[in-house]
Nanobody
Framework: QVQLVESGGGLVQAGGSLRLSCAASGRTFNNYAMGWFLQAPGKERELVAATWSGGRSYYKDSVKGRFTISRDNAKNTVYLQMNSLKPEDTAVYYC???????????????WGQGTQVTVSS
C-alpha cells in the first residue's frame, strides 16, 4: 500500500524558513513525478512545486526564488525547502506523487494527509 507521510510543518515568523519532508513507502518512487500542493482556508488546492524525470522542476510564480523542491531517491523522500516565508504562504501543504513521471501530471494519484504551515506577521 502506497503511503506519503509529510512532516516539518509548524509556526514560523515571516522571513523564517521551514523544510517539509515527505516519506514515501509502498513502492519505489524514483521515476515518479513528486509534488507539493498547498490549500489555504477557503481556497482551492494549488500546485506549489513539482519535480519529475531528468531533474526537471516547476514552481508557482509566487514561490520562485524562495522555495526549492528536492528528492532523495535512496530514501524515497521529497523535500520542500521554504525560505523567506510570508504570511500568505500559510496553508496546509500536501505531498503528492504520480507514476506519469515525464512531466507535470494532469492528475495526481497519491496524496499525503497534509501538514499545516502557519507564517505569522
Amino acid at each position: 500500500q502506497v503511503q506519503l507521510v509529510e512532516s516539518g510543518g509548524g509556526l514560523v515568523q515571516a522571513g523564517g524558513s521551514l523544510r517539509l519532508s515527505c516519506a514515501a513507502s509502498g513502492r519505489t518512487f524514483n521515476n515518479y513525478a513528486m509534488g507539493w500542493f498547498l490549500q489555504a482556508p477557503g481556497k482551492e488546492r494549488e500546485l506549489v512545486a513539482a519535480t519529475w524525470s531528468g531533474g526537471r522542476s516547476y514552481y508557482k510564480d509566487s514561490v520562485k526564488g524562495r522555495f526549492t523542491i528536492s528528492r532523495d531517491n535512496a530514501k524515497n523522500t521529497v523535500y520542500l525547502q521554504m525560505n523567506s516565508l510570508k504570511p500568505e504562504d500559510t496553508a496546509v501543504y500536501y505531498c503528492t506523487a504520480d507514476s506519469s513521471g515525464g512531466g507535470i501530471p494532469l492528475t495526481w494519484r497519491y496524496w499525503g494527509q497534509g501538514t499545516q504551515v502557519t507564517v505569522s506577521s
